[in-house]
């Protein structure tokens, strides 16, 4: 069975500093693998995915994430992290022949300081 | 367009009330998926319809009970709830891939308070 691990439960960044988010996964075949964003009370929103070629993935509101299969990790990047980032991230896996299920992380917190 | 709308915003319901979540999508996925989220936790998988047929169920009490009248709706109906069962209620959905894994996209959640 897959099982995702985000290591830091809460970051915080100031306004304008880059943003690397941690994600590692176990699968042991090519993952399928997501990153969704969260704000208070709403539902996920998917800012990017990965599930085969370029390791570098662009998303939404300027992230980017790298597959790293060496490492088993998924980290989601962003240059310049503005106050409207702040939210919680989920990275998710999926696995062939699952029915379509995701397992989640247990997310991380991002607070950005003006 | 990549929208899935959910039915009620909130909700508060005492444990004896019946009440029902509704969601919608028009994207033709053909699969569509029930999340139970608490606070600061992931979403936690409750039900997935594929083709208008319930093909997982993990586990939840039968006082959940869903329904997917058609490609485009699927319903959970409530009742005799308990209080430990106010969370987030997201709702999902996504292609049928087979072999592989569509991507999910999710409603904005109808927030449920049991008193």
């Known amino acids: 069975a897959q099982s995702v691990t985000q290591p830091d439960i809460h970051i915080t960044v100031s306004e304008g500093a880059s943003l690397e988010l941690r994600c590692n996964y176990s699968y042991g075949a090519t993952p399928y693998l997501f990153w969704y964003v969260q704000s208070p009370g709403q539902g996920l929103q998917l800012l990017l995915k990965y599930f085969s070629g370029d390791t570098l993935v662009q998303g939404i509101k300027g992230f980017e994430a790298e597959f790293k299969r060496s490492q088993s990790s998924f980290n989601l990047r962003k240059p310049s992290v503005h106050w409207s980032d702040a939210a919680e991230y989920f990275c998710a896996v999926g696995a062939r022949n699952a029915g379509n299920m995701l397992t989640f992380g247990g997310g991380t917190r991002l607070m950005v300081k003006p | 367009d990549t929208e899935v709308t959910q039915t009620p915003k909130h909700l508060v319901m005492g444990m004896t009330n019946k009440k029902s979540l509704k969601c919608e999508q028009h994207?033709?996925?053909?699969?569509m998926y029930w999340y139970k989220q608490k606070a600061k936790k992931p979403p936690e998988l409750m039900f997935v319809?594929?083709?208008?047929?319930?093909?997982i169920n993990e586990s939840v009490p039968s006082r959940f009970s869903p329904e997917c009248p058609n490609s485009s709706l699927l319903n959970l109906h409530l009742h005799a709830l308990q209080p430990e069962d106010s969370a987030l209620y997201l709702c999902?959905?996504?292609?049928?891939?087979?072999?592989?894994?569509?991507?999910?996209?999710f409603g904005p959640g109808t927030r449920l308070t049991v008193l």
């Open positions: 994207m033709g996925h053909r699969a």
């Open positions: 319809y594929s083709y208008e047929k319930l093909s």
């Open positions: 999902a959905s996504s292609q049928v891939s087979s072999g592989g894994v569509g991507t999910q996209y």
